[in-house]
């Protein structure tokens, strides 16, 4: 089991930053993909960035790459997501996610199955 915790949300106006970070614990991360998701209101959960934990090879999604970057730190054991040139698009709820590496090909890495979920931390950009 992983359990996954989100922290660092919060409200930023347009063009701003935010920093993200998910801490994971449970059984030790090895060949794991972490990921981060985001559910805006009245729209589906999507896919917005993932990193392998063993290699660090990095996934995004169109609408966020350049500006989002998703990155690793083995001392603390978190993911983090740092978000910059925010967009009023970018409001939602952010999820952090974990699920067991089978592939390291973009679809599988997005499709998963997403094992592991966190409570969520909310980004809310103001226009």
């Known amino acids: 089991q992983v359990q996954l915790v989100e922290s660092g949300g919060g409200l930023v106006q347009a063009g701003g930053s935010l920093r993200l970070s998910c801490a994971a614990s449970?059984?030790?991360?090895?060949?794991?993909?972490l990921g981060w998701f985001r559910q805006a209101p009245g729209k589906e959960r999507e896919f917005t960035a993932a990193?392998?934990?063993?290699?660090?090879?990095?996934y995004y999604a169109d609408s966020v790459k350049g500006r989002f970057t998703i990155s690793i730190d083995r001392k603390k054991n978190t993911v983090n997501l740092q978000m910059n040139n925010l967009e009023f698009e970018d409001t939602a709820v952010y999820y952090c996610?974990?699920?067991?590496?089978?592939?390291?090909?973009?679809?599988?890495?997005?499709?998963?199955?997403?094992?592991?979920w966190g409570q969520g931390t909310q980004v809310t950009v103001s226009s």
């Open positions: 996610a974990a699920h067991p590496m089978s592939s390291s090909a973009y679809r599988s890495v997005v499709s998963g199955p997403w094992d592991y």
């Open positions: 449970g059984r030790t991360l090895k060949s794991d993909v």
């Open positions: 990193v392998s934990w063993s290699g660090g090879s990095t």
